[in-house]
């Protein structure tokens, strides 16, 4: 069964930055697709970015000139860099694994995931 260690989170002040990552574990095959969601209190789960098995990446327009998703070479650990963080940032966040995703154009629809992380929790202070 597919497994994610998220780590990363915590406090931060205003203007912070912050690197969350991802690890795969009990998957082996080349096509990891990891996309990043945040639930905040009371609104629904956004999704923030995603890497696709091709390494296609794309990320939400609200986010886009302040967050970037990558992975390393190993290919089952990605990442997500946060930089300028604002309060409206605070959530948690979730990595989501599919092996079926290739080529991102978009954040993949929910029922292609196959494993979810724990989420791990980014408060920003103002």
């Known amino acids: 069964q597919v497994q994610l260690v998220e780590s990363g989170g915590g406090s931060v002040q205003t203007g912070g930055s912050m690197r969350l990552s991802c690890t795969v574990s009990?998957?082996?095959?080349?096509?990891?697709?990891i996309t990043w969601f945040r639930q905040a209190p009371g609104k629904e789960r956004e999704g923030v970015a995603a890497i696709g098995g091709d390494d296609s990446t794309f990320t939400i327009a609200s986010v886009k000139d302040r967050f970037s998703v990558s992975r390393d070479n190993d290919r089952y650990t990605a990442h997500l860099d946060m930089n300028k963080l604002q309060p409206e940032d605070t959530a948690m966040y979730f990595c989501?694994?599919?092996?079926?995703?290739?080529?991102?154009?978009?954040?993949?629809?929910?029922?292609?995931?196959?494993?979810w992380g724990q989420g791990t929790q980014v408060t920003v202070s103002s």
């Open positions: 989501a694994f599919s092996s079926r995703v290739m080529n991102i154009r978009n954040i993949p629809p929910v029922a292609l995931f196959e494993a």
């Open positions: 009990n998957y082996r095959y080349s096509t990891v697709c």
